[in-house]
């Protein structure tokens, strides 16, 4: 078997454009896994990611093996983001212009365990910085754990988000609605924040 040998890339505006439909197709095939259940599609997909290339100060990190791109990970300045990410710290009394929002990460299965979810962490908080944003802030889909969809053996990410310093807040939840597979109509999901002081 060959030996994998995964090399990182921040990239920013038009030097997305070419990566884009490789990205959607990414994003549709991690996000349909447990525990978004999301169908996507390819088209609204490009058109999310585009957003990205023309957003001052967005940038998304891209994981390749060899020309192969195997896993991304999104961040901007959260006023850019979808609006109600903002409009939830601004319910709270926080000020999102001190945020950068970290939309997601993912990752094809067989990278994963290879220290890609680590580098997507510091690279984007290495933005972040260099943006002079002072705090981090990304949200994750909340599951009953006795869903019976869930997988078996599955370990949820918390532990590794607490280990990266990151921590939930209670106090904020943004709802977002989308297809689950095999689903006709889109159904509300609500989402937890996690926040890090960089």
Request: proline share 11%.
């Amino acid at each position: 078997m060959a030996e994998i040998h995964l090399s990182f890339e921040t990239l920013s505006g038009p030097a997305l454009h070419p990566l884009l439909p490789a990205l959607a197709g990414l994003r549709i095939a991690v996000f349909r896994e447990w525990p978004y259940l999301y169908e996507g599609d390819a088209d609204y997909e490009q058109g999310y990611l585009r957003a990205y290339a023309e957003s001052p100060g967005a940038a998304i990190v891209v994981c390749r093996d060899g020309d192969r791109v195997v896993g991304a990970a999104t961040c901007q300045p959260m006023p850019q983001s979808h609006p109600p990410v903002p409009a939830t710290f601004r319910a709270a009394g926080l000020e999102p212009a001190r945020f950068c929002y970290f939309g997601e990460s993912v990752l094809l299965p067989e990278y994963r365990g290879r220290g890609a979810g680590v580098r997507f962490f510091a690279d984007r908080e290495a933005h972040a910085r260099s943006l002079g944003l002072p705090e981090a802030a990304f949200c994750a889909v909340i599951r009953d754990p006795a869903d019976p969809r869930r997988p078996p053996g599955y370990t949820p990410l918390d532990a590794f988000w607490r280990k990266r310093g990151y921590a939930p807040d209670p106090d904020l939840t943004v709802s977002f609605a989308w297809k689950e597979p095999g689903e006709a109509a889109e159904i509300a999901h609500e989402l937890a924040f996690w926040t890090k002081t960089l």
